[in-house]
């Protein structure tokens, strides 16, 4: 039995409707494939271009020449070496009127190694204690930012027995210095070197010519062996000079290159050498790495014509500092 003629008409307008849903749900479904192959087109483009593109990565570099790193393909690791350096105000390192940096010998070696290395390296300026420290009275130890890794290394610090018990050293770039005791021009008040008992003396905290060192000179030095109120730790130069113009202390214990070169203070003592086992090199921690690279590059460093200019460097583009002459501290020469 067919169905009526309403029947009939109802039948095909639903037939009709489910067709026009299909059309427009493959419309759809047209619309969506060609934009996906679109988008799929320009980032296969975008990422073609990005490869033939060569970045420069922005350099960070020991101060000094700035020369070195310019290019990804010198990199071979993106990590950068934080060293540490201090104002000594010598020729070693001191602060530059001109540019605000630290400059002298030290920087300038630092900043050859990096470049030798292919390291991208950065001096990190702090004060002296946060790599070694000793207060009057008390064991010398690691300073804070070492011991907490603040830096990969200090730079040039001396080898020194107290020292290697905490710390890792590289190869040395320099000879160590001597030491002697320093006081006002013409000695005003007679201090004799060789007899020091009760004598009130003055540091430089952190170096190497510290009280421990002084205490190595007994039986040369009568009195070496200080007691905590005879002790008078400096953070400069400068306060242990104003120290000694008080007449807080009766003389300077240090090393050679605070006096070299100075007219407000005088040489009262023989050149001592009982402060080291070794000369300058880079201090770390024993679990870090730098030392690793350090001592292939610096070995290239110190065979090269490079390292002979940096040492005469030390008399001509930092000869208005005072400090070392090159053969008091430069291997070879």
């Given at each position: 039995?067919?169905?009526?003629?309403?029947?009939?008409?109802?039948?095909?307008?639903?037939?009709?409707?489910?067709?026009?849903?299909?059309?427009?749900?493959?419309?759809?479904?047209?619309?969506?494939?060609v934009c996906?192959?679109?988008?799929?087109?320009?980032?296969?483009?975008?990422?073609?271009?990005?490869?033939?593109?060569?970045?420069?990565?922005?350099?960070?570099?020991?101060?000094?020449?700035?020369?070195?790193?310019?290019?990804?393909?010198?990199?071979?690791?993106?990590?950068?070496?934080?060293?540490?350096?201090?104002?000594?105000?010598?020729?070693?390192?001191?602060?530059?009127?001109?540019?605000?940096?630290?400059?002298?010998?030290?920087?300038?070696i630092m900043?050859?190694?990096?470049?030798?290395?292919?390291?991208?390296?950065?001096?990190?300026?702090?004060?002296?204690?946060?790599?070694?420290?000793?207060?009057?009275?008390?064991?010398?130890?690691?300073?804070?930012?070492?011991?907490?890794?603040?830096?990969?290394?200090?730079?040039?610090?001396?080898?020194?027995?107290?020292?290697?018990?905490?710390?890792?050293?590289?190869?040395?770039?320099?000879?160590?210095?001597?030491?002697?005791?320093?006081?006002?021009?013409?000695?005003?008040?007679?201090?004799?070197?060789?007899?020091?008992?009760g004598k009130?003396?003055?540091?430089?905290?952190?170096?190497?010519?510290?009280?421990?060192?002084?205490?190595?000179?007994?039986?040369?030095?009568?009195?070496?062996?200080?007691?905590?109120?005879?002790?008078?730790?400096?953070?400069?130069?400068?306060?242990?000079?104003?120290?000694?113009?008080?007449?807080?202390?009766?003389?300077?214990?240090?090393?050679?290159?605070?006096?070299?070169?100075?007219?407000?203070?005088?040489?009262?003592?023989?050149?001592?050498?009982?402060?080291?086992?070794?000369?300058?090199?880079?201090?770390?921690?024993?679990?870090?790495?730098?030392?690793?690279?350090?001592?292939?590059?610096?070995?290239?460093?110190?065979?090269?014509?490079?390292?002979?200019?940096?040492?005469?460097?030390?008399?001509?583009?930092?000869?208005?500092?005072?400090?070392?002459?090159?053969?008091?501290?430069?291997?070879?020469?």
């Amino acid at each position: 039995m067919e169905p009526s003629s309403s029947e009939k008409n109802l039948y095909r307008k639903d037939s009709s409707s489910e067709s026009n849903g299909h059309s427009t749900l493959y419309l759809v479904l047209l619309v969506a494939a060609v934009c996906f192959a679109f988008a799929a087109f320009i980032i296969a483009i975008v990422s073609l271009t990005k490869q033939n593109v060569t970045s420069s990565p922005s350099v960070v570099n020991v101060g000094g020449s700035g020369g070195g790193l310019t290019s990804s393909a010198d990199y071979d690791d993106d990590k950068v070496w934080l060293i540490h350096t201090g104002h000594g105000g010598t020729n070693s390192e001191y602060i530059s009127e001109e540019t605000g940096r630290v400059e002298g010998f030290n920087p300038d070696i630092m900043n050859a190694v990096c470049r030798i290395a292919n390291k991208n390296c950065a001096l990190v300026f702090d004060v002296y204690t946060n790599c070694w420290d000793n207060n009057a009275g008390e064991t010398a130890r690691g300073g804070v930012g070492m011991m907490a890794g603040w830096f990969d290394a200090c730079g040039a610090w001396r080898v020194k027995p107290e020292r290697q018990r905490t710390f890792a050293f590289s190869d040395e770039f320099s000879r160590g210095p001597y030491q002697g005791f320093v006081t006002l021009p013409g000695n005003p008040k007679d201090f004799n070197w060789k007899d020091i008992t009760g004598k009130t003396i003055g540091f430089l905290d952190g170096f190497s010519a510290d009280e421990h060192c002084l205490a190595k000179t007994e039986g040369t030095i009568v009195g070496a062996v200080l007691q905590e109120e005879n002790i008078k730790h400096c953070i400069d130069f400068d306060e242990c000079y104003d120290l000694l113009v008080a007449e807080t202390i009766d003389a300077m214990f240090f090393s050679a290159s605070k006096f070299r070169g100075r007219t407000e203070v005088e040489l009262v003592s023989d050149e001592l050498n009982f402060c080291g086992v070794g000369g300058f090199g880079m201090m770390t921690r024993f679990d870090g790495k730098l030392i690793d690279w350090w001592n292939p590059a610096q070995a290239k460093l110190l065979a090269s014509k490079e390292y002979h200019e940096i040492c005469q460097d030390v008399k001509i583009t930092h000869g208005h500092m005072p400090g070392y002459a090159p053969e008091d501290f430069c291997l070879g020469l």
